[in-house]
């Protein structure tokens, strides 16, 4: 049974996000789940390790390697040496086990440890701007130039992921694990234009490799967004006005969390995010149609031809 500790001076505490090898959406899970620790505690927070080396990307020739390197600072966090140090001296905990009465007085630092996607987004509702702007902050300074600089010049963004899953064939129904069919985008991005009445600029997040989207590249006015580093990515995708998901991707669950955008799924892949506005995530059949277009008017959310 864990012993309560006596309260007084408070000992120092810290977070620790345990990230993984996995790829960057599923790694801001815990690390949204300690950032809101410290917070919410006063605790400090060891500097997450971004950089791991992954054999997967580089044996498939992936467009993004998924490495991480030079995205991320460690402004605000504890580092180097003395994240060693900590790591090496205090007690170390998992997240379930903490239990506010352990932050009394002690000689020897806590760390909680924070690791996995346990809940997803439950946790970490209504705190959309404050992770924003945490993931803002600790950007490389050439990743922060990379955001800062970039026009958004489109009003639809869609994310279609590719490289790492099997892509359905057309009129599929949704699998476990796997992206849609770019003729579902296609028609998604039609519809859209089509409910708004005119061509809405529209840009492409997606790791295929060039001339891999053929029907896409032959729409008006879609662009296919330059290489940038993952978070870039991500951080742009989340000013769209409308994002066409890939339904199965955790990179397009946050954008939709960090944008709080109309969204458009694929059937049987819908997620409600945010939660009390279940009317901004739109399900289609799988041609693209919108199965209730009216549930958000789209011509107040893709503004008017300017």
């Not at 630092?109 to 987004?121: A, H, K």
């Not at 809405?200 to 060039?210: G, N, W």
């Not at 993952?230 to 969390?257: C, E, N, P, Q, Y």
Request: proline share 6%; glycine share 8%; charged share 20%.
């Amino acid at each position: 049974m864990e012993q309560k500790e006596p309260m007084g001076t408070r000992r120092a505490v810290y977070a620790h996000a345990t990230i993984g090898r996995e790829g960057l959406a599923n790694r801001l899970y815990p690390w949204g789940r300690a950032e809101l620790f410290c917070r919410h505690h006063q605790a400090a927070m060891l500097a997450p390790r971004w950089v791991r080396l992954k054999l997967g990307p580089l044996l498939r020739g992936d467009r993004d390697k998924r490495f991480y390197v030079g995205q991320f600072g460690n402004h605000g966090y504890v580092a180097g040496l003395k994240k060693w140090w900590i790591l090496k001296t205090a007690r170390i905990i998992d997240e379930k086990s903490f239990r506010p009465e352990m932050l009394g007085e002690s000689r020897r630092p806590l760390v909680v440890d924070f690791s996995g996607m346990t809940g997803e987004f439950a946790t970490l509702w209504g705190s959309q701007e404050y992770l924003y702007s945490r993931l803002l902050s600790i950007l490389s300074p050439a990743a922060r130039q990379m955001f800062a600089q970039t026009a958004i010049d489109w009003q639809i963004g869609l994310h279609v992921r590719r490289t790492d899953m099997p892509v359905m064939t057309a009129g599929a129904q949704a699998a476990s694990f796997a992206a849609q069919p770019e003729a579902w985008f296609t028609g998604v991005l039609r519809k859209l234009r089509a409910a708004a009445g005119w061509t809405v600029p529209a840009r492409i997040f997606t790791d295929a490799r060039a001339n891999d989207l053929p029907l896409l590249s032959q729409e008006p006015a879609v662009s296919i967004g330059p290489a940038m580093p993952a978070v870039v990515d991500l951080l742009l995708m989340s000013r769209s006005r409308v994002l066409i998901t890939s339904g199965k991707s955790t990179f397009s669950h946050w954008a939709v969390f960090f944008g709080q955008m109309a969204s458009v799924w694929y059937p049987g892949m819908r997620r409600i995010i945010p939660p009390d506005q279940p009317q901004r995530s739109l399900e289609t059949d799988e041609s693209g149609n919108l199965i209730d277009s009216s549930a958000v008017d789209l011509h107040a959310v893709l503004e008017a031809k300017r």
